[in-house]
């Protein structure tokens, strides 16, 4: 037995999604050209410190792990084997990052809003209107799982690249091995501890600090190449191709480490809501796409020169007096890469609960100023627990890099395949050209998907597990709202039905002066508080007004499309319907929205500064009744334990709530 208030919200149709905004310049700071550019400018750094993070520090450890002596499927260090490994970073890294999200999928978006999430409410917004709606459907759910996958990505991506930069201690000081693993955990420790002050303030800096990392790496890169700048030649396709198909039995193998050059892709399709699309391709293609090539033909050049350098090439690019600073800003690189994992999380559970995938959850806005900046406790310290013990059980980046490439391939092959089915059906793409596109890029996906599933007893397993058990929750959670709303329209019965008995006169009832808002989940059955309240205490206020609360499925709805109102076929008895309207990006502040009611269309004044607001707390009981098999009803029960308070969740004041208990059986 449990309890919930208000499980979820209902979704409506919106309109649809748009061209990718770009806040490069606010009208402001557009008047002179001058301002114009500085604006800009401060965007793309803003995107350097965000976005990113954990694709730029992907240099710390793809080649390391790719010639890692103890993989079970080792790739032997030579001169050919080299030129194709780095030939084949080069190459993946412009086919899945370069093309795949910077030149396509970043131009499919939600209001602007990108990643897995838009193209799951753009599914959910023409499902009901499609001419394939099964074929919706399914592709919205395998969305889903992609989102379920960003979950196990936001639990290793903070272990793998803190663990990463940290062993470079190894390399500085032999002696130090032991400490690696008790500094990194120290480090997440203090990470997960300062999540809930917010990154306003560290945000500022984090753009300047990942300029100077991709400033470093690439200076670093080209030490290295200037040394042995034959490696150069790996820029050519020829190597990549010839590396597969003369060497496939060890370039397949090779794969699985190789895909840990794109870890973060997904980031700068994710962010596009706040950086735009031409902030984040700038910041890619004029800074970090150079640093992170320099690097990787930089440390395989290292590896040419001496083969003992695959231990660490990364760190063994710069002298020894450069080890230990390099290490310190590895460390700040990973740990802001590790932030905007993190805050990602926040984000796609803060959208899953919004679109009834996971229920209410308590959501603290961290900044005045900007509204992406969330803390979701329950989430924070679901992560924090689930990366400290990845950091134990592991104890190494390459360890771990087993478990990383599952994630990665698992979440670009579906949003691959999204974006083409999107293309074809919203921009009446021709078929043809979608094969074009899709073909070769599905297929370079399910390539590296192969070839991460012979990783699978070795680590591979964890990232499936975490983003099946994530899927399974958010399936049941939905399922289960859907069995409690029709009990819930059943017990409460038709509102229209119940207001004209209030304006007949056949249920007798007492009207008492001041305001009451009662929160209802729609327009099609009477609040379980108001008719409570009715039929027990045989009274009603003089002013009623019943709020449906709806989460559209775009990020942020305008403010005077926020509230229509409704009369219910009576203009004079005081009772007015409302419907308040959010993105699934806001938080709904039912106060907010409702003083923005004009007063002619609310029967009178509606005094918000001492109204009564009433809630419906619903305990739930396991039932019978065969909607669900009985495990799922069990984690449903057990699910609906983390809900947040409703009263805080949707801003009413405390002093003035009142609560109103039923039950129903699941």
Known sequence: MTNQQEPGTADTPGTAGTAASDPDVSPASAHTPHAHNSAKLAVVVGALGVVFGDIGTSPLYTLQTVFNPEDPHPVPVSTNNVFGVVSLIFWSVMIIVTVTYILLAMRADNDGEGGVMALITLLRRW???????????????????????????????????????????????????????????????????????????????????????????????????????????????????????????????????????????????????????????????????????????????????????????????????????????????????????????????????????????????????????????????????????????????????????????????????????????????????????????????????????????HGAWLPLLIALTAFTVMTTWQRGREVVTAEREQAEGPLQEFIDELGSGEIPVRTVPGTAVFLNRGNVSAPLALRANVEHNQVRHEHVVIVAITTEPVPRVAEDQRVTVNDLGYGDDGITHVTAKFGYMENPNVPAALARLDAAATEGTIDLDNASYFLSKIELRRGKARTMAGWRKQLFLATSHITADAAEYFGLPRDRTVIIGSHIEV
């Not at 002050?197 to 991709?214: A, D, K, L, N, Q």
């Not at 790996?234 to 090779?254: D, E, K, M, Q």
């Not at 740990?335 to 229920?359: D, R």
């Open 127 to 457: 499902r009901s209107t499609h001419p394939s709606r099964r074929a919706a459907i399914v592709l919205a759910s395998v969305g889903l799982f992609g989102a379920s996958l960003f979950f196990g990505d936001g639990m290793i991506t903070p272990a793998i690249s803190v663990l990463s930069a940290v062993e470079g201690l190894k390399v500085v000081e032999p002696s130090l091995t032991d400490y690696v693993v008790p500094i990194t955990a120290v480090i997440i420790v203090i990470l997960f501890m300062v999540q809930r002050r917010g990154t306003e303030s560290v945000g500022r800096v984090f753009g300047p600090i990942m300029i100077v990392w991709f400033a470093v790496i690439g200076a670093c890169g080209i030490s290295g190449i200037v040394e042995h700048p034959g490696i150069l030649k790996a820029l050519s396709p020829t190597y990549a191709i010839g590396f597969l198909t003369g060497h496939f039995h060890i370039a397949f193998f090779a794969l699985a480490a190789i895909v840990l050059a794109v870890t973060g892709a997904e980031a700068l399709y994710a962010d596009m809501g706040h950086f735009g699309r031409r902030a984040i391709s700038r910041g890619w293609l004029f800074l970090v796409l150079p640093a992170c090539t320099l690097s990787y033909f930089g440390q395989g050049a290292l590896i040419l020169e001496d083969n003992k350098n695959i231990s660490s090439p990364f760190f063994l690019l710069v002298p020894d007096w450069g080890r230990l600073p390099l290490v310190l800003l590895a460390t700040a690189a990973t740990v802001i890469a590790s932030q905007a994992v993190i805050t990602g999380a926040y984000s796609v559970a803060s959208q899953a609960a919004q679109l009834g995938y996971l229920p209410r959850l308590r959501v603290a806005h961290t900044s005045p100023t900007t509204m992406g900046q969330i803390y979701v406790p329950f989430v924070n310290w679901l992560l924090f627990a689930s990366v400290l013990t990845l950091i134990f059980a592991f104890r190494s980046s390459a360890a771990l890099a087993y478990a990383y490439g599952m994630t990665v391939t698992g979440t670009i092959t579906i949003t691959t395949l999204l974006f083409f089915y999107v293309a074809h059906y919203r921009w009446n793409v021709p078929k043809w050209l979608i094969a074009l596109g899709a073909v070769p890029l599905l297929s370079v996906d399910a390539l590296f998907i192969a070839a991460n599933l012979t990783k699978l007893v």
